[in-house]
């Protein structure tokens, strides 16, 4: 009986051997199992036909072995199966590991803001990642006191979100390379797409009850449920996402708060489960130390400017100083030879002026003695503005009234503007505080602007005003007249850079000169079409001063 029931198998187990074709379960490559019996049984009659045809068969044939066999082929299937799920649960956690390695290295690495911020939010919205939809970063501010909509991410309509999630499949890109091209070309237009959500996602630091400063406090990621209904939950922060479910990720970093990121499943709908949940969280400390760092050496470079900035400056002054020491040295070289030159030249010319009086009008030598006294005269002022430039080394300042000093100044050259047929308004401003200044060498640079602007023009016309500009005291002349090139106004500031008489290329120089040392800037713009204007701005403290 038993050799008739061996006869009336369908399956092919009971074979040591089978050829191809006997076994409809083996195709290409499955030939090594043609003579191994028993992987064939255990890879492919498991999920034969026949072969669970053949078991019920022997089952009811009452053989005492028939239960035990149903125990082991039950057992068989439920390890089988366990193992097909432990082996899928491993591949989905290396396809975990590969990327949260990617996206160590690539935080790590990093110490751009904006790049950390792309490759952390394109992470949560990639499919290749966690594949939510959307995500919001909320940082804190520098002092703590606030979190602050920064950066969003992902579709705001099923239509986008369709184009999005097909250009991401057939781009084939991996993270880096996402975070890159999102970062390059979709950056600013994410941030101004969710703009209007970003601007209302303001929460102060010290709201211990808000749901989100809640996770922070706690440092503990939040699955956010029936948030329409959650008593927990800021009913304008449920409106604002629009989602009944979220999460809620902290950002910490040693115990610091960096920010929070919103993450939402908006356009599917689907469940946000706790495994969802642990496998974000593991990904948030690297993100906020990230963010920690990625800023601190933002304000490193901030602080690195300033100081290059402060070492330009020290380094303009050192400059200025070794300057200062020249001049000073040109200034007492100056005084001693203008002195020495001046008592013999005012000898001659007191001589030359008594001869021409004496000289009859219609005497030929009354020219020659005529020049004598005129360029006397001249070598005379040329030896006041050595002298006056010697001096503005050493200025005296003290508290003087602006208006007034300005108006002495304008009596001072009336007969030289009217000779000239010029016309000066004066719009003095009230309630000017006084400016600390040395009176003489002030008064001498803005006389000597007046007529260095008015000299050699007529019908003129000179608008000169004074205004409080800040904590200090604004003098504006301007020149409706005269028009300046690039070139000519160069000029103008250069000593003797003028193609005149000796002295008068150095007028303005000396001006700037002397001003410079009492921290008096003087400048003077030469717009094409708007004539000249100086500007002399007076400190009216004395912490001003260098």
Known sequence: MENDTATQWECCWDRDQIQVGDCPNLGEGDEDLLSSRSRRVLEKCCNCEKFKRDLERFYASGHPLAPMFSILDEGYRRQRSHIQSLSSFLDTKTLETRFMHELGSVLQSSVDLEEVLSVALTAITSGKGFGMNRAFLLLADKERHFLRGHLAIGPRSAEEAGQTWHEVATSDLDLQSLSHAFRQNKLSAERDKFQDILARLVISMDDIHHIIVSSLEEKKPLLVQNAFHNPDVDPELAR????????????????????????????????????????????????????????????????????????????????????????????????????????????????????????????????????????????????????????????????????????????????????????????????????????????????????????????????????????????????????????????????????????????????????EKQNIPLLVVAPPDAGVRYSIKLPTRKEEQP
């Not at 979220?246 to 115990?255: E, M, Q, S």
């Not at 949940?277 to 990230?290: G, K, M």
């Open 240 to 515: 604002l996402l629009g989602v009944d479910t979220f999460l809620i990720l902290p950002l910490i970093a040693r115990n610091r708060r960096v920010g929070a990121i919103l993450t939402d499943n908006f356009i599917t709908r689907q469940p946000i489960t706790d495994e969802d949940l642990r496998s974000i969280e593991t990904f948030t400390f690297p993100v906020a130390f990230a963010i920690e760092r990625a800023s601190l050496y933002e304000r490193l470079q901030v602080e690195v400017a300033k100081l290059q900035e402060a070492n330009r400056k020290l380094q303009e002054q050192q400059e200025l100083l070794v300057k200062m020491e020249k001049m000073a040295l040109v200034g007492r070289i100056t005084s001693s030879i203008a002195h020495s030159i001046r008592n013999p030249l005012m000898v001659i010319g007191g001589f030359a002026r008594s001869i021409l009086k004496a000289t009859p009008q219609n005497d030929p030598k009354r020219d020659f003695i005529d020049s004598i006294v005129a360029e006397a005269h001249q070598m005379e002022e040329v030896l006041d503005e050595i002298l006056t430039y010697s001096d503005a080394l050493y200025p005296i300042r003290d508290f003087w009234d602006v208006n007034q000093l300005v108006e002495t100044t304008l009596r001072e050259i009336q007969d030289k503007v009217i000779t000239q047929n010029y016309t000066c308004r004066y719009h003095p401003a009230d309630g000017l505080p006084a400016a600390y200044i040395d009176y003489k060498q002030t008064s001498y640079c803005i006389r000597n602007i007046l007529l260095g602007t008015i000299d050699g023009l007529e019908n003129g016309l000179l608008e000169i005003s004074t205004r409080l500009e800040g904590e200090r005291v604004e003098i504006l002349i301007d020149d409706r007249s005269r028009r300046l090139s690039e070139d000519e106004l160069e000029a103008l500031l250069t000593p003797f850079a003028e193609t005149h008489e000796m002295g008068s290329g150095l007028n303005l120089a000396l001006c700037r000169n002397m001003l």
